[in-house]
């Protein structure tokens, strides 16, 4: 519809925050990479090399998940200065970095990327997105795993609290794709604070509904 209007700003957002999405709920890489090729097409004929960043973020990650000896595209001097200079594209570099070094279990780059992201997030519109309830799931799971491994476990804890009541808003504004997210990161911080039985009952809650709302 945006493209139908010739709202081509409004239709490269759409399809960023698609991308995303798809990529948060589990469509195969290599379908996710293909259509990420596609869309830096559409954005690079059009020059908006914002979005063009932001989504080079989303497929740095995807070479990384695959496994694949394709290298991430080389930036230019003007998307250096804009990663630089733009709070909202480095929020979501910070994010994609704290994501991969933690889905590798890297404590020194996942400790180092979330502080970044943390610091980052405060000022940007990407508050706004969708996203920002799978960065908070994320978040929260980074936080809780680093409360175990930091000395600054306590400083973690609260973070990983603070992501967990901002993912508990989204659930109540639809059950069918947070609740299961949220009830992890109950059964996480259960975990964090060695109260394993609350924890253990969380994770029977997060599977069950997760099956419930057909995850």
Not at 12 to 35: E, T, W
Not at 98 to 107: D, E, G, N, Q
């Amino acid at each position: 519809a945006a493209m139908a209007s010739g709202d081509i700003m409004q239709a490269a957002l759409n399809i960023l925050m698609r991308n995303s999405i798809f990529h948060f709920a589990g469509v195969k890489l290599q379908k996710l990479h293909d259509r990420n090729v596609e869309v830096a097409q559409f954005l690079r004929e059009r020059k908006m090399l914002i979005f063009m960043i932001q989504l080079q973020c989303l497929q740095d990650s995807i070479f990384k998940l695959i496994g694949t000896d394709e290298k991430p595209k080389k930036e230019s001097a003007e998307e250096k200065k804009i990663l630089a200079t733009n709070n909202s594209v480095r929020t979501s570099h910070y994010f994609e970095r704290a994501y991969i070094s933690f889905i590798f279990r890297s404590y020194n780059d996942t400790k180092h990327y979330t502080e970044k992201y943390m610091d980052s997030i405060v000022n940007t519109w990407a508050n706004l997105f969708y996203a920002h309830a799978f960065h908070a799931y994320y978040v929260g799971l980074i936080s809780f795993w680093l409360a175990k491994k930091s000395r600054e476990g306590q400083q973690w804890r609260e973070r990983g609290r603070r992501s967990k009541l901002a993912l508990k808003k989204w659930a109540e504004s639809s059950m069918w794709t947070f609740e299961n997210r949220w009830y992890l990161l109950e059964a996480e911080e259960a975990y964090c604070n060695d109260d394993f039985d609350a924890a253990k009952l969380f994770y029977e809650k997060a599977i069950s509904s997760a099956k419930d709302h057909k995850f």
